[in-house]
């Protein structure tokens, strides 16, 4: 699938080969216009009246109209804002995406979607906006299982119809790798940290994979920095688990936080029961947020008096040792 924006020109104009194509895809979208009013006949849209709604979106400065197109075929169309016209609001908006009628089910919407939220992650947007007719469930529907949530509710600019306002943080994705070191007791290594989004937590040794790094390198690499063993190999793959947080990247000696998904490689291993140490270990745990560490039994992680990552750690245990 291609998403590309539609040419500004100095009418608005549209070439007719495209505004053929535009026309019959909102007009495959009965349904929706009849619950949104945007057009006087549902079931009668016009090519001029399609012309006219998108000049009027183009006409806003900080508005942009990108088509999405599979095997040359023209299958949604989305507008977006750059910017709201409230001042106060700081995230840009989707403002409609519309897939054909007749391609609907194929999961062009959930790529478009995706798609413009990258758009904004790469020009340093940190969430995205868009509003749901509060008489459309169906959207509102789809909008929240792709992480959106209801933030505000109320009447649109144009038309005065009741909306629900729904926000998505934008994370960034990242990958990184863990290992879980298992003592002769049964009992595992984890580091407490206190993050700014998730609160107090315990992980096990390890972190965000450098360029190029494969899960097991990258493994091994933070298990060294955390703990100062380099005797130590990943055993078998624990599991793997995806989780959001906020992480803090520093910036010419300023913490700026980073919204983040994180994909991890848990991985396990057996070795001796001791203490974290190397001279350069109070930096990288300052670095990396640890506050203390401690090796946990296994009725301790049973019952998990604070949150371990990844959650249900003793269950996991149990399995790989069965």
Known sequence: M?????????????PGPLLTELTALYASNRAFHALSGDFPDPDDVRSEQVAAALADELAQPDAEVLLARSEGRLVAVVITLARHPDPADPDPWIGLLMVDATEQGKGYGRRVATAVEERFRAAGRR?????VLENNPGALAFWTALGYEVVDHRRDHALGRPCAVLRKVLRTPRQAARVAVVDPDGAVLLFRYDNVEVGVHWALPGGGLEPGE?????????LAEETGWTDLQPGPLLCTWEHDFTRLRWSGGTPVAVPVHQHEHVYVTHGPHREPAGPNLAAAHAADGILTWRWWSREELAREPEPVWPPGLARLLDEWEG
């Open 2 to 14: 291609i998403l590309e924006p539609l040419a500004r020109t100095a009418g608005h104009d549209l």
């Open 127 to 131: 969430a995205v906006r868009l509003a």
């Open 214 to 222: 494969t899960p097991r390198e990258g493994a091994l690499r933070e």
